[in-house]
């Protein structure tokens, strides 16, 4: 499906018949560079971006930033400054056939002498072949493209499609911001609810716009909908009615997309780190988003395994125990298993130690190859095993002194002594580190080695 809109005056840029009709977001979207709320790092006066754009030398960029900040009035805004044609199309709703058709049209009216500026939403959604299908129109010139996205342009879109555009990243728009932009559309008479009469505190509207969480659009909703209910209530938006409208506000969460990843990112740097605090509002912000228990049971069984380790062995059972109590109880108690466990694991000593023991060990197995067991160490069941060489030499530890056999190596002949293991000075590992460090020099000096580092062979 598309849309276009040829240039019109500057009032009447965003207007259409039957104004009541519309939504209070859609009536109240800004006319120009200046009433857009929030983005002051993009758009600021001396910005290159808006430079671009008021001079209506403007390129075809990708936008990327979350919902409700601001990417459909930035390209309507790009598309009048340049004195463009504006069409627009979605990534959910076309497929080939139209994106075929919307630049056929561009190609026509390029022909015409006028521009096209041509906004794809949710760009990310269309696959290689429809991204491909713009790159000749962009080089051409025959459409200034303008994408917007949600998520990482760099996982989601075609290399090729990239080269030819800027990314210009778009920030959820601050509380303060977006209280302005409810007040401005109290005041207005002519696009918003000026006429109505409303009386709202200031607390009311800073509560708006912190259930609105970055949405100017949200918010706009929220207080369209406040000033339905209160028109029976002599023109009063109250708490009662804010209770009412704000009984079921979710969170910015996308359970698949970017956000997931950087707040899960967010909850496993907090536990390495050692910052408890932090760690559980993650974890409570993940929660509260709808993200799987079962998934964050998962992955902090993983940051006891790779984070703590050996510092502190108890971390894997507690982070094993607190996965089964939350199979047991479900939710909501059982997550306060996990918020147990995360507060745990990132007060806890920290050692990456077994973790790297492991990556170095894998990087010699590939390195290696399928080296030959050393005939000490193979077990000998027969007679013809016995008469190869299977087991000659191997000296049992329980018959040693110590209990531990410091001649023999663990290592392939080819491949000589190795060290992948090095315990850190924290947690249990303080004394691993001490007992291991004594048999590794008493191992040296038996077989009269001066040392051997991981990375001598």
């Known amino acids: 499906m598309s849309r276009s809109r040829r240039n019109v005056p500057d009032n009447d840029l965003l207007s259409v018949d039957n104004d009541a009709l519309r939504p209070l977001a859609e009536r109240m979207r800004p006319r120009t560079l200046d009433e857009m709320v929030g983005q002051r790092r993009l758009l600021a006066p001396k910005s290159a971006l808006r430079r671009a754009i008021e001079s209506g030398r403007v390129h075809s960029m990708v936008l990327w930033g979350p919902p409700g900040c601001g990417k459909t009035t930035l390209a309507l805004l790009l598309a009048r400054y340049a004195h463009a044609e504006f069409q627009a199309i979605s990534a959910v709703l076309s497929g080939l056939p139209e994106v075929r058709q919307v630049l056929a049209e561009a190609a026509q009216r390029f022909a015409e002498g006028v521009r096209t500026v041509l906004f794809v939403d949710e760009v990310h959604r269309f696959n290689k072949t429809q991204q491909d299908a713009f790159l000749p129109h962009i080089e051409r010139g025959t459409i200034i493209f303008i994408g917007a996205t949600t998520e990482n342009p760099s996982f989601e879109l075609n290399s090729a499609l990239l080269s030819r555009c800027r990314v210009h990243v778009m920030e959820a728009v601050s509380a303060d911001d977006i209280q302005s932009a409810l007040r401005l559309a109290l005041a207005d008479e002519e696009r918003g609810l000026g006429t109505r009469g409303l009386r709202v505190a200031d607390e009311s509207l800073a509560e708006i716009a912190r259930a609105a969480d970055g949405d100017v659009r949200r918010g706009l909703t929220l207080l369209e909908i406040a000033a339905e209910l209160a028109e029976g209530e002599d023109g009063e938006i109250t708490a009662a009615t804010l209770a009412q409208v704000l009984a079921d506000r979710t969170r910015r969460f996308d359970k698949g997309g970017e956000q997931f990843y950087d707040q899960i990112s967010a909850l496993h740097k907090s536990v390495r780190s050692s910052n408890p605090d932090a760690a559980v509002y993650w974890l409570a912000r993940m929660l509260d988003g709808g993200c799987d228990p079962h998934y964050l049971a998962r992955r902090l069984t993983r940051m006891a395994v790779e984070d703590i380790g050996l510092a502190d062995p108890r971390a894997l059972q507690m982070a094993i125990d607190a996965w089964d109590t939350f199979d047991r109880l479900g939710s909501p108690e059982g997550e306060l298993a996990l918020a147990q466990l995360t507060i745990y694991l990132a007060s806890t ?22 080296q030959d067991v050393p005939l000490h160490l193979r077990n000998a069941p027969t007679r013809l095993m016995k008469q190869l060489g299977y087991s000659k030499g191997y000296q049992y530890d329980h018959d040693a002194e110590g209990g531990v056999a410091l001649g023999q190596t663990g290592f392939p002949d080819a491949m000589g002594e190795r060290v992948y293991y090095e315990p850190v000075g924290r947690g249990l590992e303080i004394k691993l ?9 008493a191992r040296d000096a038996a077989r009269g080695d001066v040392g051997v580092s991981g990375d001598e062979a």
């Open 349 to 370: 000593a920290k050692s990456n130690a077994a973790y790297n023991a492991y990556n170095a060990a894998r990087r010699d197995v590939r390195e290696y190859g399928t």
């Open 433 to 441: 580190k001490e007992k291991l460090d004594r048999l590794r020099s």
